[in-house]
């Protein structure tokens, strides 16, 4: 891989879930939240993604915000140290769009100027793994597929009053619900991930934006089975987000080797 690491059935409340009107009292509203976060504009987000693949276990962790309404983001991922307790790597800036990746201070042999670019809808996972952090908005789409859904409690979520939804998504028709900007890298997940199923816990507040969602993913890279756990937070919204695509002539042309 080139990047960092290479259902339509009824839902279900519990708790007494449904008795406030409120969007996020409604466990039907996990399945709509692609659609609220469109509406809200924009976001600071923070990501972490944890991989375990033999007996190894590394942390992936990014920070920036994303444009809802252009489909962009922009995150500054820092790779986790060597085992030295050293920095191993420099921090890499990723800009995330709809069937495209940009990353920049990406891979030996690329100049400190240039950006890699990477289709998503190419990739094996469609991006919800190889760049070491889910899109936010793929995040919301996986959801539209949810199933098996159980409210687990109301709780604080750094301040906000948050209720926590768990259960079940199937990339594959996800991929087929899926709005256009993100068709195409969910339906290459779908034919690239080993599981269809992966389990989820998300949190929504009382207007049903989704404030935070973990993604259990399972796939095997080079043969091997990795086990990564994506979260994602997203906070205040409708913050200025400053994404933009790079020119043509600042995108790397050559063979980025590690």
């Avoid at 339906?187 to 992966?198: N, Q, R």
């Avoid at 399972?218 to 020119?247: C, I």
């Avoid at 002539?249 to 063979?255: L, R, S, T, V, Y």
């Amino acid at each position: 891989m080139t990047g960092i690491v290479a259902t339509s059935s009824g839902c279900s409340g519990g708790g007494g879930a449904a008795a406030d009107d409120r969007p996020g009292r409604d466990p039907g509203s996990v399945r709509k939240a692609a659609d609220v976060l469109l509406t809200a504009g924009s976001s600071k987000t923070r990501t972490s993604m944890e991989m375990a693949a033999g007996g190894t276990r590394v942390t992936i962790r990014g920070e920036g915000g994303y444009d809802f309404d252009r489909r962009m983001g922009q995150l500054r991922v820092v790779l986790p140290k060597d085992p030295a307790g050293a920095s191993e790597h420099r921090p890499i800036t990723e800009l995330l769009s709809p069937g495209a990746l940009y990353m920049k201070n990406r891979g030996a042999g690329v100049p400190a100027d240039k950006w890699v670019w990477v289709d998503s809808t190419a990739l094996e996972d469609g991006n919800l793994v190889t760049g070491g952090a889910t899109d936010p908005l793929a995040a919301a789409e996986l959801l539209r597929a949810a199933r098996e859904v159980t409210f687990v409690g109301e709780q604080d979520l750094a301040g906000t009053r948050v209720w926590h939804y768990r259960g079940v998504t199937d990339i594959g028709r996800a991929a087929k619900a899926a709005a256009p900007y993100a068709r195409g890298a969910l339906a290459a997940a779908a034919k690239g991930f080993g599981e269809d199923l992966v389990r989820f816990d998300a949190y929504l507040d009382d207007a049903g934006r989704l404030r935070k969602v973990r993604h259990q993913f399972s796939y095997v890279n080079q043969g091997r089975p990795v086990a990564v756990s994506s979260t994602t937070l997203l906070y205040a919204f409708g913050v200025r987000v400053t994404a933009t695509l790079p020119p043509r002539d600042d995108i790397f042309a050559g063979k980025v080797t590690s």
